[in-house]
Nanobody, 125 residues
Framework: VQLQASGGGLVQAGGSLRLSCAASGGSFSRYAIAWFRQAPGKVREFVAAIRQSGGTTKYADSVKGRFTISRDNAKNTVYLQMNSLRPEDTAVYYC???????????????????WGQGTLVTVSS
């Protein structure tokens, strides 16, 4: 499976963006998908994840109530709807995939073996 992230851009604080992570070349439905982000000068951090069936999701505390992760297995795509964006959400966002990720590992980078190329989100104040 290969992953490609898209949908980043420049938005004002309080605005919204929807990121997409499109998969190709494999059994997408077998993979849990997560979004991580890396701001300039900071380490990469977990944002959100969704398990294979889509029935279980997990969010970082900093985005709970503002971001929503969803998946459409028929389209081999995972979405990250980002609302009420803040300047501190500015980062390169990466999607990552891992087969059969257990619940307790959803937020762990080491659970994901496949990474997309990243898409830049810039939130202006």
């Amino acid at each position: 499976v290969q992953l490609q992230a898209s949908g980043g851009g420049l938005v004002q604080a309080g605005g919204s963006l929807r990121l997409s992570c499109a998969a190709s070349g494999g059994s997408f439905s077998r993979y849990a998908i997560a979004w991580f982000r890396q701001a300039p000068g900071k380490v990469r951090e977990f944002v959100a994840a969704i398990r294979q069936s889509g029935g279980t999701t997990k969010y970082a505390d900093s985005v709970k109530g503002r971001f929503t992760i969803s998946r459409d297995n028929a389209k081999n795509t995972v979405y990250l709807q980002m609302n009420s964006l803040r300047p501190e959400d500015t980062a390169v966002y990466y999607c990552a995939g891992g087969p059969s990720v257990i619940l307790s590992s959803l937020a762990s980078e080491t659970a994901y073996s496949i990474w997309g190329q990243g898409t830049l989100v810039t939130v202006s104040s």
